[in-house]
């Protein structure tokens, strides 16, 4: 797959490669009445269109343009975005632009805790059970989060009652709605959760009403994994593919953003700030603590979530050292739940080791969500620090998440910027612009780049383990066994149940 860039390049349509006139964004009228040429013809690019095959993203990309890619045929002006220039094709008459931001979403109040796991058990996505089995994800869901919420009630109660993402991301949504406006692109932003209010299906609707046109899909997670970005965007991949209107509706995908160059000077402004605080913060240690996944999703699925991690913490060290901040750093993975095999090397595990090893200052960067929630909260300030301070570490700091920081909420701004010409579209990325390379494309498109074959998945939460085992469930565990175990007798003595509902336990009869 991998050739020189050079053969890569000169493999593109020669539109592609001309020189292009640059238009300033002023010139951009507010509404985008552009009259520019409309997309010419499609080809077949049978090329690979980056240079880093490894990584995982990559290989979306190169899916990417094995299909069939639409695209002017004279790109003849060009907006600017940041200090990017983009072909401005796609803007023409009338067009009513919608940002949908995408996130997790978060109990607001402990009543809605178990509710919320229910939701995120139920995701096939999170849970992905044999074919044979799918029939039971609802009531495991159900099991497992009643078993759960106890523990997640805890965490939540100590945070304020609550989570923050919901106020978090609605002034994301409405910072990014202004920093557009101020960029002369006009749109209105929704935010779309997974597992809590408002959901997709609230901002779908919500699209509809307000007559959208064109759409650009932006997951909140810097780095793409199915389990996150790849679970909205299935999500909205079957919304979409029952609506009359969303099928007609353009729209393009940006399903990673974390090699953007305002990311990642955002993420090194908030590292360099922090480390002044330290004594000495030449020798402060930079813990990049990532949310883990189950190992089976990168070695099984495909996931290319932890290669555009480490990538992703390189480029971060990388503008670091531009700035001659040389300290040693280390990636480890945190918050994983259940006793199957996650993302290694753990952050607990980690912590403990450093300190064995004599380090004394330690700056944790969590890098994997763009806003405050439990896991920077609760289980970093709280569970971690302690953790380290036990283990030897005297000074401990934590970067704030980037929140509504300014050069972030730009740099968001740019990238939606620089998809507009590839709305409605199936793109190919900014290939002169290496820099702010943005994979973009159809939702179909990209969920079929990175899990075509959708394979099975043990679950990363096992339900319950037979025998009297140590796990931090192990009592919520041996009273839902015996739960289940009553739930089942019950069921055969009296008749009814959940089994007889689904129409299994007659057959026993
Ligand atoms: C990039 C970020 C995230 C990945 C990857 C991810 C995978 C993942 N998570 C669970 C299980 C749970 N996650 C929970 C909360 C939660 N998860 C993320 C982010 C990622 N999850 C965030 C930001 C939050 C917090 C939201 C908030 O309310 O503040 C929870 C609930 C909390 C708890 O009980 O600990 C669970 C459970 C799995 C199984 C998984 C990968 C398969
Ligand atoms: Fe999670």
Redesign the pocket.
């Known amino acids: 797959m991998s050739q020189p860039m050079n053969a890569r390049i000169q493999a593109l349509p020669p539109s592609l490669l001309q020189p292009r006139a640059k238009l300033s964004a002023q010139r951009i009228c507010p509404c985008l009445r552009l009259q520019l040429e409309a997309f010419a013809h499609s080809k077949l690019l049978k090329t690979s269109l980056v240079s880093r095959d490894s990584f995982g993203w990559s290989k979306t990309q190169s899916v990417f343009a094995e299909r069939s890619v639409k695209h002017s045929s004279e790109l003849g002006a060009l907006v600017t975005s940041g200090s990017q220039e983009v072909p401005a094709t796609a803007f023409v008459d009338n067009d009513k632009i919608g940002v949908l931001l995408l996130n997790?979403g978060?109990?607001e109040t402990l009543d809605d805790v178990q509710p919320f796991?229910f939701n995120?058990f139920a995701d096939p996505d999170?849970i992905r059970l044999p074919r044979l089995f799918r029939f039971l994800q609802k009531p495991l869901a159900q099991f497992i989060s009643v078993v759960?919420s106890p523990?997640?009630k805890e965490?939540y109660a100590s945070i304020g009652g609550g989570?923050p993402?919901r106020r978090i991301t609605d002034a994301q949504a409405e910072e990014l709605r202004k920093a557009l406006c101020d960029k002369n692109v006009p749109a209105k932003v929704y935010v779309g959760m997974r597992y809590w209010h408002p959901f997709t299906e609230e901002a779908i609707e919500q699209i509809k009403r307000d007559g959208i046109t064109k759409l650009v899909v932006l997951p909140l997670?810097p780095q793409f994994?199915i389990?996150?970005s790849g679970s909205s965007l299935r999500l909205l991949e079957n919304i979409f593919r029952e609506d009359e209107y969303l099928v007609n509706m353009q729209h393009t995908v940006i399903p990673s953003w974390y090699q953007r160059e305002g990311y990642i000077k955002a993420m090194a402004d908030l590292i360099e700030k922090e480390l002044e605080k330290f004594d000495s913060p030449q020798e402060v240690m930079i813990f990049f603590s990532a949310?883990g996944?189950?190992l089976a999703?990168v070695e099984e699925a495909g996931d290319p979530?932890k290669a555009e991690m480490e990538e992703c913490v390189d480029l971060i060290m990388e503008e670091l050292e531009r700035r001659t901040i040389n300290n040693a750093y280390t990636l480890a993975y945190q918050?994983r739940?259940g006793p199957v095999e996650w993302l290694k090397p753990y952050t607990d595990e980690t912590i403990i080791e450093l300190g064995r090893k004599g380090v004394k200052r330690l700056l944790a960067v969590p890098i994997?969500?763009v806003s405050e929630?439990?896991?920077t909260l609760e289980e970093i300030d709280v569970e971690y620090k302690e953790l380290a301070l036990k283990s030897g570490i005297e000074q401990w700091g934590r970067v704030p998440a980037l929140g509504c920081e300014p050069t972030f909420i730009s740099d968001l701004a740019d990238a939606v910027i620089e998809s507009l010409p590839y709305v409605g579209a199936m793109a190919v990325s900014n290939l002169e612009a290496r820099q702010s390379l943005v994979p973009l494309g159809s939702v179909e498109e990209l969920l079929a780049a990175y899990d075509s074959q959708r394979r099975e998945l043990p679950p990363?939460?096992v339900v319950w383990e037979w025998g009297w085992t140590k796990s931090a469930e192990t009592w919520n565990g041996r009273a839902a066994m015996l739960a289940v175990l009553v739930l089942l007798v019950l069921e055969v003595t009296t008749g009814e149940g959940f089994l007889h509902q689904w129409g299994i336990l007659p057959l026993f009869r």
């Open positions: 997790l978060g109990p796991l995120l999170i759960r523990k997640s965490g989570s993402l997670y994994s389990s996150t949310h996944v189950p999703y979530y918050s739940v994997s969500f929630h439990i896991e990363p939460v």
